[in-house]
């Protein structure tokens, strides 16, 4: 089992900053793919951002050249900087633990963008 606790959400006005911060505890044997995903009120769940164990990365087109996904593997954590924020990135962020034939979810942590 991964255990999986996001941290960092918070209000923000548009144009600010966040990082975001999501440490796994357990076995985390066998992932391969970590990320990020977001879902707002009344919308589908989307990709943000996830990472390789090479460090290849992948980010969805609403958020390219915007936010980026780390990692520090003597932590297992990985971590989302979000700049120039926007009042659309409003959302609940979850961080996403894969192995193959399994996902591991976090609870969430919100991030509202207003002013």
């Known amino acids: 089992q991964v255990q999986l606790v996001e941290s960092g959400g918070g209000l923000v006005q548009p144009g600010g900053s966040l990082r975001l911060s999501c440490a796994a505890s357990?076995?985390?044997?066998?992932?391969?793919?970590r990320g990020w995903y977001r879902q707002a009120p009344g919308k589908q769940r989307e990709l943000v951002a996830i990472i390789s164990n090479n460090d290849n990365t992948n980010y969805g087109d609403s958020v390219k050249g915007r936010f980026t996904i780390s990692r520090d593997n003597a932590k297992d954590t990985i971590y989302l900087q979000m700049n120039s924020l926007k009042p659309e990135d409003t959302a609940v962020y979850l961080c996403?633990?894969?192995?193959?034939?399994?996902?591991?979810w976090g609870q969430g942590t919100q991030v509202t963008v207003s002013s």
């Open positions: 357990g076995s985390i044997f066998g992932i391969y793919v």
């Open positions: 996403k633990y894969t192995r193959i034939g399994r996902d591991y």
